[in-house]
T-cell receptor, first 115, second 113 residues
Framework: GAVVSQHPSRVICKSGTSVKIECRSLDFQATTMFWYRQFPKQSLMLMATSNEGSKATYEQGVEKDKFLINHASLTLSTLTVTSAHPEDSSFYIC???????????FGPGTRLTVL | DQQVKQNSPSLSVQEGRISILNCDYT??????FLWYKKYPAEGPTFLISISSIKDKNEDGRFTVFLNKSAKHLSLHIVPSQPGDSAVYFCAASAVGGTYKYIFGTGTRLKVLA
């Protein structure tokens, strides 16, 4: 149980385009989903927290207009990187937790490369 | 300000011996701690957790110890196996908050056959 999937696993796009990453909880209802990014050989940095049906809460320094997060259902959250630039290239990972649970379960990650 | 620190970036251990990974935190509001294992280009895999009301939690080969007064936790893996080679992250969260985690910087464990 507690499986989280992400799609796509890797994406390459041109500078200026937008990219959407999906995060799904496959066997549980995720009341809260989290989006992280990880730079090479660094820790996971939380970008935002999203609760189903409400606006995401962004961490300090994360541009909410650039990283659009939607959590429209209890099993799906999306992260859209708008007008992507090479500095947005990173490994993006989502996680999900169900109500009453403290543990987050992570997706496999999405490698974004912006040319 | 790094609230969760893993001061050893890497650790090498012989197969069959004990691996001890350490983690220190500064925020006294943290009351739930976890260890995750991560391979390159994959998401973290949950290993074990501990709440602040306990000082030890064991699951198979994995044991987590929490010393609240020292704001220190450790993960013991015994016996270590080559398949345990990965990067290990500790994470902490504060109850009553948003359930968000603060991750440490990770320790790369290499188990030598």
């Amino acid at each position: 149980g507690a499986v989280v999937s992400q799609h796509p696993s890797r994406v390459i796009c041109k500078s200026g385009t937008s990219v959407k990453i999906e995060c799904r909880s496959l066997d549980f209802q995720a009341t809260t989903m989290f989006w992280y990014r990880q730079f090479p050989k660094q820790s996971l940095m939380l970008m935002a927290t999203s609760n189903e049906g409400s606006k995401a809460t962004y961490e300090q320094g994360v541009e909410k207009d650039k990283f659009l997060i939607n959590h429209a259902s209890l099993t799906l959250s999306t992260l859209t990187v708008t007008s992507a630039h090479p500095e947005d290239s990173s490994f993006y990972i989502c996680s999900a937790r169900s109500q009453g649970e403290d543990t987050q379960y992570f997706g496999p990650g999405t490698r974004l490369t912006v040319l | 300000d790094q609230q969760v620190k893993q001061n050893s970036p890497s650790l090498s251990v012989q197969e069959g011996r004990i691996s001890i990974l350490n983690c220190d935190y500064t925020n006294s509001m943290f009351d739930y701690f976890l260890w995750y294992k991560k391979y390159p280009a994959e998401g973290p895999t949950f290993l074990i957790s501990i709440s602040s009301i306990k000082d030890k939690n064991e699951d198979g080969r994995f044991t987590v110890f929490l010393n609240k007064s020292a704001k220190h936790l450790s993960l013991h893996i015994v016996p270590s196996q080559p398949g345990d080679s990965a990067v290990y992250f500790c994470a902490a969260s504060a109850v009553g908050g948003t359930y968000k985690y603060i991750f440490g910087t990770g320790t790369r464990l290499k188990v030598l056959a």
